[in-house]
């Protein structure tokens, strides 16, 4: 049996062909990434705002005549709070983490 053989316009046809068809691939790859990024970055704000609410919740119910000027300065005094020069903050996170794990600290 003869073989045909394509024609150089043939080949280049399916060459061009297959180089559309994975630029697509690629752009639907970029978008899908896009769109799984938006997803996480929505999942996290929501978790951020649900933090945000027990926050803000806890705080009230510590001081609940504080306006909410007062109690934004109040959580921000709380985060700048020093002991021996030392920020506090990080030291009580490292107290809750060692607490979590069973240590003590």
Partial sequence: MARKSKSTEQL????????AALADMRRALKAREREE???????RAEADRALADRMLAKLRSE????TDDEL???FERML???MHDQPVAPFLLGQVRAERS???A
Wanted: hydrophobic share 55%.
């Fill in 102 to 104: 069973g240590e003590r």
């Fill in 37 to 43: 990024q938006k997803a996480a970055a929505a999942a």
């Fill in 12 to 19: 280049r046809a399916e060459i061009d062909a297959q180089k």
């Fill in 72 to 74: 934004m300065l109040v």
């Fill in 80 to 82: 700048g709070a020093r």
């Fill in 63 to 66: 001081l609940a005549d504080a």
